[in-house]
């Protein structure tokens, strides 16, 4: 089965400073796409950032950038210069060759001021 | 351009009861899907509709939940009778022809079975 796991479930950084949020994947699959998805307390899904499997290029929105890491099956997102705005849950998703995607549970993540 | 539209965006409601949400996917856009979030989870597929025909409603729990996209724009999902287990927040997302790596996500209903 395709799973997505992330093990951080909530975390805390002050304003200003960089944070990493870990997520990794189980597949069999060589080509798929990766993403990092926001929800803040509004409920809305808002995509941050994707990755084609297939490009070896870590993809990079803003302050936004990821490290994947295909062997390992891991796909984590570096936020820098963290901004109070940046409060929200944070899900890592995988979708399958059948066009489907995987949520994980999700990390929150608190930007203190 | 306007994003996914979704209504309403509370509901509360007694077990055994039938609720609908609705969903109005942006202009143009072929595919609509509709999604589950239980609390302190991701989102769970429920539904996928490629126009007006269902591609994938396999993780639909087909005795109790329906969902049509009648004319191919909007949508309806549809639960009879509601059980405690339902209550949820439901996301409806859509996405343009052949871009489906490219999801667009309402604000959701959150449905609350007491």
């Known amino acids: 089965a395709q799973t997505v796991t992330q093990s951080q479930p909530e975390m805390s950084v002050q304003e200003a400073e960089t944070v990493t949020l870990s997520c990794t994947y189980d597949t069999s699959e060589s080509n798929y796409y990766l993403f990092w998805y926001k929800q803040p307390p509004s409920r809305q899904m808002i995509l941050v950032i994707r990755?084609?499997?297939?490009?070896?290029q870590n993809a990079t929105e803003n302050r936004f950038s990821v490290n994947f890491q295909k062997a390992a099956k891991s796909f984590s997102l570096k936020i820098s210069d963290s901004q109070l705005g940046d409060t929200a849950m944070y899900f890592c998703a995988f979708m399958n060759r059948d066009d489907k995607i995987i949520f994980g549970k999700g990390t929150r993540l608190h930007i203190l001021p | 351009e306007a994003g996914v539209a979704q209504s309403p965006r509370y509901k509360i409601i007694e077990k055994r009861q039938s609720v609908a949400f609705w969903c109005n996917p942006i202009?143009?856009?072929?595919?609509l899907y509709w999604y589950q979030q239980i609390l302190g989870q991701g989102p769970k597929l429920l539904i996928q509709f490629q126009n007006n025909g269902v591609v994938d409603d396999s993780q639909l729990p087909k005795d109790r939940f329906s969902a049509e996209r009648l004319k191919g724009v909007d949508s309806t999902l549809k639960i009879q009778p509601a059980k405690l287990e339902d209550s949820a927040v439901y996301l409806c997302a859509s996405s343009p022809a052949g871009r489906v790596h490219i999801q667009y996500f309402g604000a959701g209903t959150r449905l609350s079975v007491l």
């Open positions: 990755q084609e499997a297939y490009k070896q």
């Open positions: 202009s143009g856009h072929a595919t």
